[in-house]
């Protein structure tokens, strides 16, 4: 097994074991980035960097470079990278990175960034400015988001349950009266189109397409990437899910499961964010890498 996959699973089951849960609310206020490109980490970089404290990253080197230094004993964060092989011509993602018959396998790989917090020298004119942007409504700009997806699922406000069925490709969630807040009834919705985009006609996740009784691998893969999915899609409207049920039992579900299988949580990271870049009609060739 890869100490990079060690590496991330073991912070990410730290953070659960203290009762944070990474893929709710995964940042507050402007998205983890680099200082210097401005390119927002995405996938589990950005659920491990969210909860650091800081919006802006720089590696050591990039610091250097700005006559900067990294502060004595501040501790740096892994950000995570596939590599591919130099006589590969296959462009693979995180969902098959495991393999290919024909084709090398990319290695995930990682480097280190800290907190621009944690670096002194940094000169003003490379500092971010506190931007004066319109505030954005939280409800309306997640309704916009449900509206504006792009070949969307039949959506059903009815019932007492939420779930996604897969045969009829439709959705099916209680009306928003029936939620505590109206934050949960979009988290909760944002989770079932989340595991919308696996249907055939979309992404084709094979977490969806295989057959997956309650408690199976198969299960908790999928319900992983539709949580992580509903994180960054309540991020990027600005809506708080941090308020949703953190029961010992919810935590104790995925500790499992990650201490099971630690790829887990990266390839659902991954395939969380294409879910989520699909949902908001992003095209992934063009959004930002995750290797800055």
């Not at 401005?38 to 650091?52: C, D, V």
């Not at 029961?247 to 964010?273: C, E, F, N």
Request: charged share 25%; hydrophobic share 40%.
């Amino acid at each position: 097994m890869s100490k990079v996959f060690e590496i991330v699973t073991q912070r990410i089951i730290a953070m659960l074991e203290k009762g944070v849960i990474p893929w709710r609310r995964p940042w507050k206020g402007v998205a983890p980035q680099n200082l210097i490109t401005r390119k927002p980490y995405r996938g589990i970089n950005a659920f491990i960097l969210g909860f650091s404290g800081g919006s802006y990253f720089l590696t050591f080197n990039q610091a250097k470079a700005l006559g900067a230094h990294v502060k004595k004993g501040a501790q740096g964060l892994p950000v995570v990278f596939w590599k591919f092989s130099e006589h590969s011509k296959q462009q693979q993602d995180d969902e098959n990175a495991e393999s290919s018959n024909n084709h090398p396998a990319p290695i995930l790989r990682y480097y280190t960034v800290f907190r621009i917090e944690d670096i002194e020298g940094i000169p003003q004119n490379k500092l971010p400015e506190i931007l004066n942007a319109p505030p954005v409504e939280p409800i309306a700009q997640a309704e916009k988001i449900v509206e504006q997806m792009t070949q969307r699922p039949i959506i059903h406000y009815e019932g007492d349950r939420a779930f996604y069925r897969p045969s009829t490709d439709s959705v099916t969630v209680p009306v928003k009266e029936l939620f505590g807040k109206v934050e949960e009834f979009y988290s909760t919705l944002f989770h079932e189109l989340t595991h919308s985009t696996g249907h055939p006609s979309r992404l084709a996740r094979k977490s969806l397409e295989a057959y997956a009784p309650f408690g199976s691998a198969d299960y908790s893969r999928e319900e992983l990437v539709a949580e992580m999915g509903a994180g960054f899609l309540c991020a990027s409207c600005g809506i708080d899910n941090s308020t949703l049920e953190n029961s010992t039992s919810y935590i104790d579900h995925w500790m499992k499961a990650l201490k099971a299988d630690p790829r887990a949580v990266i390839v659902a990271a991954g395939q969380a964010q294409k879910a989520a870049d699909f949902i908001l009609g992003e095209n992934p060739a063009e959004a930002s890498g995750q290797d800055d």
